[in-house]
């Protein structure tokens, strides 16, 4: 049965791997830093689970020290010429971008059918996180797709591999450690702290305006956090169950649904969402840091409005 720990361990050996290879690469400006980054990261998905909470939490320390004091550095790599890129493109094509498109064609065929991928009366995929676990063994299946398509060795796609997650550096991290605080903001009673802040300042018998309060919320916290994930059980505990769920009788899967996509919104805006907006621009070295986020906002914007009707609509 393939499970949540078993994408764990593949993600937490690949990133052993880039902390030997890193190691090894002793033109490396910040060779042991690193290397120290990416080992702790890949021990902690290969050991985390049975690790005690505080060991984790020097964990998670020791990796926002390095990057902060800027230890998290790209290594020197051979990048393919520009006539070669060339004669790829021309050779396959846009079968490219086979590989890619079945990233998230398996993720939701695992997500959606888990419950009836069996052999023999045998589950092949574990019940719990069935999301995560299908996008796991979608990027293992692409891996092999890939390298397939392009009769390249294995090892020479996860070698290629290391210059883009150099490219990214510690900025890969921000989504899983949004994501947690938005659990850790929940536990805390952040949304209550919301809850009883914003109350006050709107009528809660008037759906529009708890729907507003809602959306905009999202919206404006994951602006500040740089992730919809970290926005979600603070704002949706606060506002969306008991004002719309509970005080106005709406449906929680659209309620949920509509309020992700206006946290969606606020990650178009923001800088603080690094590995999407300023990412990108570091990697197709535009001039401008923010030309990624200038490009955005004139989508982000109607969106939202567009999801707030929708919420009103349909709650």
Do not use: K
């Not at 985390?48 to 790209?74: D, E, F, H, K, S």
């Not at 009769?151 to 290629?160: F, M, W």
């Not at 759906?207 to 970290?230: E, S």
């Amino acid at each position: 049965m393939i499970g949540i720990q078993s994408i764990y361990t593949l993600t937490g050996l690949y990133l052993i791997w880039m902390a030997w290879q890193t190691r090894r690469d002793l033109a490396h400006p910040r060779r042991l830093g690193t290397a120290s980054f990416w080992g702790l990261l890949g021990l902690s998905f290969l050991i985390g689970q049975w690790l005690p909470a505080a060991v984790m939490g020097i964990v998670v320390l020791a990796l926002a020290l390095l990057a902060g004091n800027g230890q998290v550095r790209g290594g020197t790599h051979t990048a393919p010429t520009a006539d070669r890129l060339v004669q790829h493109r021309q050779r396959f094509a846009n079968r490219l971008f086979g590989p890619a498109l079945l990233i998230p064609l398996v993720t939701v065929i695992v997500a959606l059918g888990a419950t009836q991928l069996s052999v023999a009366g045998i589950a092949l995929v574990d019940g719990v996180l069935t999301t995560q676990i299908g996008f796991g063994v979608a990027c293992a299946l692409a891996f092999v797709a890939a390298s397939r398509l392009t009769r390249s060795p294995p090892l020479a796609a996860v070698s290629a591999s290391r210059s883009m997650l150099d490219a990214i550096s510690w900025a890969s991290l921000l989504p899983v450690l949004l994501a947690t605080l938005g659990s850790v903001f929940a536990a805390a009673g952040v949304g209550d702290a919301v809850a009883a802040a914003v109350r006050p300042w709107i009528d809660a018998d008037s759906r529009f305006a708890v729907v507003l309060a809602y959306a905009l919320g999202m919206t404006l916290f994951t602006v500040i956090m740089g992730n919809a994930f970290a926005a979600f059980p603070v704002m949706t505990l606060g506002i969306a169950l008991p004002l719309l769920v509970q005080g106005q009788g709406a449906d929680p899967a659209v309620v949920v649904a509509l309020g992700m996509l206006c946290g969606y919104c606020g990650t178009l805006l923001t800088p603080m969402a690094a590995n999407f907006n300023l990412v990108p621009a570091a990697l197709l070295e535009l001039r401008d840091p923010y030309a990624v986020i200038r490009a955005q906002w004139p989508t982000a914007l109607p969106l939202l409005a567009a999801n707030v009707g929708l919420m009103y609509w349909l709650v």
